[in-house]
C-alpha cells in the first residue's frame, strides 16, 4: 500500500535532516520565547572562529581570497555547510542538503588551483545557495509539494529526475560557484510566507515571531542568518523582494529577460502576461553586482531563449557613479528620487514610514532632489495583474496537490476556490490593459523630467515593499507594494535601512483604517512581537535598469549607513 | 436608414480615388492581358524626367539631397504622390491618400531648411509609406474593415478618432519623415494575400497575375513600383517578408522588442504567445538601415513599453563589414551559411529552386561556407504556432465582420468555421511546448560551431520565403517558410534574387506530391503565368541580430548582384 502523504512528508523531512552530519545537530533547540534573534552571536556560539570569518565575510571578499588562495574552496564550503546546517534547524530553511556534493566539488576547484596557480573563474569557490525551483544533478526538487517527491515536476520516467540541471546552475559551476543546498519555498510559490506540508513554516532568524518572508524565504532566512553567502530567488509578485527586506538583505528583480529561467521549475508555467524572474539575494549590494555581472558574462541568451541579448552595461553604472563622485568636477549634479509614502489601498506600518523617513532625510542631507511620486493608479495596475494570477482557476496548482492528496495551508487555500478559467479573450483582454497602463506609467515617468531640477527624470522611486517590517504568520494580506513593480516590468532592488524599536515605532491609536484590508494590516502591526525585525525599503527603476539601480542601491545603503 | 455594407465600401472608395487629382487620373487602364508588368517604363511613362529620377532613387540617396538642399521636400514629395497615384490606380494598393497633407509638411521642412540651412533629421523631406494599422491624425484607419470606415478601430466616441497617432509616427515625423498615404492590408491581417471588401484586390506591379503578398501587401505593391522609397509592414506570419519578397525589395523582420509598435491598430491585439512586429521595406538594403538606425535614434524604448533598450550597435554591424573587408588583414575569415532547401513540409517551386542555386553559388565562389541546414523538426514548431492564430476562436476578427455585415473573403473564411475558444490552461500549454522548441533550435544553432569550418555558428540561414515566387490569387496554401521565424522570434531579411524565367524555370513533371497541400502548392506554379515576377529568398539570423543579419543580407545582394 502507497504511503499516506503524511509519512511521505515525514520520510523526506527526515531525509533533510538525515543529510546534517551528527555533529552539526543543536542539542537543545530554543523556543522562541527563549530566543528571538538567532543570528549574530547565538549562531556565532556553535561556530569555531575561522568559521565565523568566513561565514560573516560577503561574496566580493570571499572571492577576492579564494582567487589569491588565501582560502581553499573546501574550507569555504565547509564553513557554509556547517552555518547552513544550523540554519535549518533553527528556521526550517532547507529542501536539499547536498554537502558531500558540495565538498567534492570545492575540492575538484582548489587541486585546479594548485596546478595552474589561478582561479577557474570570478565565482572561485564562492558558495551559492538556490530556491528550490532550480534543478540540480543528483538532487531532487520538490518545491514544496509532497507529490513532486521522487519525480521531476510530479512526473515519473521522464529521463530528467536528478539529471537534468538548470541553464543557471550550470553557468553557476561554469564561473566556479559551489552549490551545496536548495532552500525552502511555500508550496504554490504564491505566497508571501514560506510553508509547506513537508518543512513546515520558514521563521525569520531576527524575529522569530516572524516569516522570513515567500516565496524565496528559504533563501532570506539562510542568507538573513548567513549560512549563505549570496542566493538565487525568483519573483513574480515580490518573492525575491518580499524575503530580502524581512531578512535585512539586497536583493534585486530585474526585469524579464535579462537572466535566465530555463530549466527551472514553477508554478503556472506559461502564463506569459506577467513572467517570474530570476535575480540574487545577498548581505551587500556588491554581492549581487558581482553575481549579475558573472551570469552576464556567460552570455545567458545564447542558451535562454526568452533573455536578451544585453551585456553587462558599464556605462550605465558609471553614470550614476559619476554623478555622485565628490572628486568629479560635475559634482553638483544629483539625483532625483520619487518617493511612495502610500500606495492609497493599504497604509504602511509605523517602521516603514519611519524607514521612508529616514532614506528621505539622508538623502536630502546629500543635496539630492525628493519629489512625491504621484502615478497613475496602482489599484487599476494591481487589478490587473492580479489577475494573472487566476487565469487557469488553479489547475496547476491544483494539480499539484492532487498528486498526493495533501491540503492546500491557509496562506494559499484561496486557489482552491476558484472554478472558471480565463478564456483566450479574456487574457487578451487583460494584457491589452495591462499594455496601456505600462504607456501610462511611462509617460508619466517621462514627464517628471519637467518635474525634477536635474534636468532628468526621476532616478529611482523609493517605496515599501510591504505594509510590514516582515510578516506574521498567516497574515500576510497584501502584495500591492510589490506587485506593480512585476505588472510594469521596472527593475527593483531591495535596501535595508533600520530595524525595528518598540520604543519609537508605537502604533497610531487615532488611524482609521480604510477598509477591512487595510485594518487587517494595521491590526497586525504589533511593537512588542516586531521589536528588532529588520525594516527595508525598495528602489524602483524602469525597466531592464539594473546597472543604474544596482548603483543607486549601493549609494543610497551606504548614506543610510548600511 | 443605414447604408448597406456595399454603400459603405463603395464610397470609402471612392473617396480613396477622390484624393487623387484629376491630372494625375489614369484615362485607359490597361487590362493584366495588354499590361501585365506596369512598373519601369510604363509607370515612368506618365511622370516628369524629375519625378522619374526622385522616385528612382533609394532613400538613403534622397536624404543626401534633401539634406543639402539639392532637392527641396515638397518637389521629392510631389514625385512620390503623383507616382503613388498611379499606383493605386493600377494596383489597388492605398487605403489613405493624404498628399495635401504631405505637400504642406514638406513646405514646413524646406522653410525649416531656408531658415536655419540644416535639415531637421536624419529623414529630412523622405516620404515615408505605412500600413494601414498605423494611426495618423486626421485619417482614418479601416485596416480593410467596412465597419472600421468612421470609427477608431471600430468603436465610436473614443475621442482618438483622427487624433491619435502611434508612436512610430511622431517619431517619423521627428526624424523629418514626410507621410502621404496608408497602404492596404487584407481584411484580418491573416493573408499572405491582399484583399478586403474596400479596395478589392491588390495586385503585383511585376506581374499582375500575382498578388503583391500580404498582408503588407500595399506597401509592398507600392514600393515595388517606386511610388514609395520605404515604407513599413507588420509581420505575425510573414507579413512583411512576403510581400517584400513579392515585390523584389528588402524587408526586415526584427525581433520583439526592438522598434515600437505602440499605439497600432491590429488583429487579435493581445495575443502575447507570438507577437506582430513592425519593420521596414525598401528597394536597397541601406534605405531599410537607414529606416532602422533613425528610430532607434529616438530611444522608442522611453515609449513603447514592449521595446528593449537597444540602442544601434554598431560594433555588431563591423563584426561583419569586418569580416568581409578584402583589405582586412583577417580577410581569410569568412562566413558560414545554412541553407533550407525544402522544409520537407511543401517543396519549393523551380524559381524558388533555382533562386538558391544562385546564392549558394555566389557565396561559394567567394570563399564562403554553405551547409545544409538540419534543425529539430519545423512542423512542430508551425503545429504550435498556427494555433495562436485560433486561441480566441476568431472572436475578435468576426466582431470586426460583424460591424457591418460585410463577408469574410475566401483567403481568411476559415476563421469564420473556429467555434471554440482556448483555456488558459491550453493557452499555458502552447507557451511552454513553444519555449521548449525555441531551446531545442537555440541549442541546434550552437552546436553549428562544430560543423563549420569559421569556428563560428552559422552566421544565417538561406531559406525560402514562400513555395512560389509570389501566389496567384486564391491560391495562398501554405505559411510554414515564414512562420518558423516568428515563432522562435528570429531576424530575418529578405534578398531579391533573381525574375522567373519561364524558358528556365519549367515545371518537374516528374514530381510526386507528398500530400494534396504539397499538391495544391505545385499544381499552382505555372511558368506562362509566372514569367517575370520577383524571385526572393530570406536570410534568417538569431533574435536580436539587426544590425548583423542587414549588413550580411547587404553583402548577399551584393554577390547576386542586386
Known amino acids: 500500500m502507497a504511503d499516506s502523504w503524511q509519512d511521505r512528508a515525514k520520510q523526506k523531512r527526515e531525509a533533510i535532516l538525515a543529510a546534517i552530519p551528527l555533529e552539526w545537530r543543536i542539542k537543545d533547540l530554543p523556543s522562541v520565547e527563549e530566543k528571538r534573534d538567532v543570528t549574530g552571536d547565538y549562531i556565532s556560539g556553535f561556530l569555531s572562529e575561522k568559521e565565523v570569518a568566513i561565514t560573516e565575510t560577503d561574496a566580493e571578499k570571499i572571492v577576492e581570497k579564494t582567487a589569491k588562495g588565501e582560502w581553499k574552496a573546501e574550507e569555504v564550503a565547509r564553513a557554509f555547510c556547517h552555518r ?7 528556521l526550517n530553511c532547507l529542501h536539499e542538503v547536498f554537502f558531500d556534493a558540495a565538498i567534492e566539488s570545492a575540492r575538484a576547484l582548489d587541486a ?12 572561485h569557490g564562492l558558495p551559492v545557495s538556490l530556491k528550490d525551483q532550480f534543478h540540480v544533478k543528483d538532487v531532487e526538487t520538490t518545491m514544496g509539494y509532497v507529490g513532486w517527491i521522487g519525480t521531476f515536476e510530479g512526473k515519473t520516467g521522464t529521463g530528467k529526475e536528478k539529471v537534468h540541471e538548470s541553464e543557471m546552475v550550470r553557468e553557476l559551476r561554469s564561473l566556479g560557484a559551489v552549490l551545496y543546498c536548495k532552500t525552502s519555498v511555500p508550496h504554490t510559490l504564491m505566497s508571501g510566507e514560506t510553508m509547506n506540508n513537508i518543512i513546515g513554516y520558514t521563521f525569520n532568524p531576527k524575529n522569530r515571531n516572524l516569516t522570513a518572508g515567500g516565496s524565496s524565504g ?23 523582494r518580499i524575503p530580502a527586506a524581512f531578512n535585512g538583505l539586497y536583493g534585486i528583480r530585474p526585469s524579464t529577460g535579462r537572466l535566465p529561467y530555463e530549466g527551472m ?9 506577467i513572467l517570474s524572474v530570476v535575480g540574487p539575494l545577498a548581505p551587500t549590494l556588491g554581492s549581487l553586482r558581482l553575481l549579475v555581472k558573472a551570469i552576464l558574462s556567460q552570455q ?3 542558451h535562454d531563449p526568452l533573455v536578451h541579448e544585453m551585456p553587462w552595461r558599464d556605462s550605465h553604472e558609471r553614470e550614476i557613479t559619476t554623478l555622485l563622485n565628490p572628486e568629479d568636477p560635475n559634482s553638483g549634479a544629483k539625483l532625483c528620487f520619487g518617493v511612495i509614502a502610500t500606495d492609497g489601498i493599504v497604509t504602511p506600518t509605523p517602521p516603514i514610514r519611519r524607514a521612508i523617513d529616514i532614506v528621505v532625510n539622508a538623502l536630502r542631507s546629500q ?3 525628493v519629489v512625491e511620486w504621484q502615478p497613475p493608479s496602482h489599484r487599476d495596475i494591481l487589478d490587473q495583474a492580479f ?3 487566476e487565469f487557469d482557476a488553479g489547475t496547476d496548482l491544483k494539480g499539484a496537490f492532487a498528486l498526493s492528496g495533501e491540503p492546500m495551508l491557509p496562506q494559499v487555500s484561496s486557489f482552491s476556490t476558484l472554478e472558471k478559467q480565463y478564456s483566450a479573450a479574456e487574457i487578451v483582454a487583460v494584457n491589452v490593459r495591462l499594455r496601456e497602463l505600462k504607456k501610462h506609467y511611462m509617460e508619466y515617468w517621462n514627464s517628471t523630467a519637467k518635474l525634477s531640477k536635474t534636468g532628468r527624470c526621476v532616478d529611482a522611486v523609493i517605496g515599501p515593499v510591504a505594509p510590514w517590517p516582515a510578516a506574521r504568520p498567516e497574515k500576510y494580506a497584501y502584495y500591492g507594494y510589490t506587485t506593480w513593480v512585476n505588472a510594469l516590468d521596472y527593475t527593483s532592488v531591495v535596501v535595508p535601512v533600520t530595524e525595528v524599536d518598540k520604543k519609537i515605532d508605537v502604533v497610531d491609536k487615532d488611524y482609521q483604517p480604510m477598509d477591512e484590508r487595510d485594518r487587517t494590516c494595521f491590526e497586525s502591526y504589533d511593537p512588542e512581537i516586531y521589536d528588532g525585525a529588520h525594516v527595508s525599503l525598495q528602489l524602483v527603476g524602469r525597466r531592464l535598469q539594473e546597472e543604474k539601480m544596482l548603483a543607486i542601491a549601493e549609494y543610497v545603503g551606504k548614506v543610510v549607513g548600511r
Do not use: C
Not at 547552513?84 to 533553527?90: D, N, P, T
Not at 585546479?112 to 565565482?123: D, I, K, S, W
Open 218 to 240: 528559504g533563501e532570506g532566512a539562510l542568507i538573513g542568518i548567513r549560512g549563505s553567502p549570496v542566493g538565487f530567488g525568483t519573483d513574480i509578485g515580490g518573492s525575491i
Open 265 to 273: 521549475a514553477n508554478s503556472m508555467d506559461g502564463q506569459n502576461t
Open 84 to 90: 547552513a546546517a544550523l540554519a535549518h534547524q533553527l
Open 112 to 123: 585546479y588551483f594548485a596546478e595552474h596557480g589561478r582561479p577557474t573563474g570570478p565565482l
Open 367 to 369: 543635496g539630492h532632489e
Open 387 to 389: 489577475k494573472t494570477w
Open 300 to 302: 545567458p541568451w545564447l
